[in-house]
């Protein structure tokens, strides 16, 4: 499963990525907005810091298929060929979703709340589905156990889309979600650094030190070999 970063944040996208091993960037245009910059120049620097190599999903904001096919083609050729244009599933963008991936651009589908619209989407031609875990959790309905049935759909058929689990609001549904399978989850700036991080390691750590200081004081291992 690989973790992608939902947020338009340079400078901690400058950072995750040094420590980090982040399988791409995912924007909206709520994530970019919340900036309060330049939504070009913003995704320039995402780009610079990211390379050209890792995905970059932008959402349209765009709400006819025909604008939503030019605002889609404009974004892969201002921001490079791997950047995913992201698309929510209404009529418009399934429409959109045919066209601009018969042309070799590359889709997310996005605001996905079941298994069918993620189904119909795949078909349409997108190579990455976004299901809204949280966002339907709280519409009485089980988000990871729709992330489950979308992998399910997808390996019944042979359909080659990826699921990109979204919105998430604790740690325990990204587990969830991984043990259904999901082929990526992309969560926000707080939550990611509690993926990776927990008390008890850094009181093992402290521990550890302190034992070591001990016997051997403030040496360190490469300073006796």
Known sequence: ??????????????????????????????????EKKDFVETIKEIRKVIGENMLLHIQVVSTNSEDIVEEGKKIVKNFGEN?????????????????????GIKVTATAIYTSQQALI??????SYVAPYVN????????????????IKE?????IKAKVIAAS?????????????????????????????SHSHTDSSIEQFLNDWEEVYGKQKIK???
């Not at 947020?7 to 960037?25: C, L, Q």
């Open 1 to 34: 499963m690989e973790y992608m970063l939902d947020t338009g944040n340079v400078e901690y996208i400058r950072k995750a990525i040094e420590y980090f091993p982040i399988g791409g960037i995912t924007t909206n245009p709520s994530i970019i907005a919340k």
């Open 83 to 103: 950047t995913c244009v992201k698309i929510p599933v209404n009529k418009e963008g399934i429409k959109a979703i045919k066209i601009l991936s018969s042309q």
């Open 121 to 126: 989407a795949a078909k349409a031609g997108a």
């Open 135 to 150: 966002r339907i959790d709280n519409l009485s309905f089980d988000g990871a156990t729709v992330v489950g049935n979308i």
């Open 154 to 158: 997808f390996k019944e058929y042979n």
């Open 168 to 196: 998430f609001k604790n740690l325990q549904q990204v587990h969830n979600v991984a043990l259904h399978g999901a082929h990526a989850v992309t969560v926000n700036e707080d939550l990611f650094e509690r993926i990776y």
């Open 223 to 225: 300073d006796m070999l």
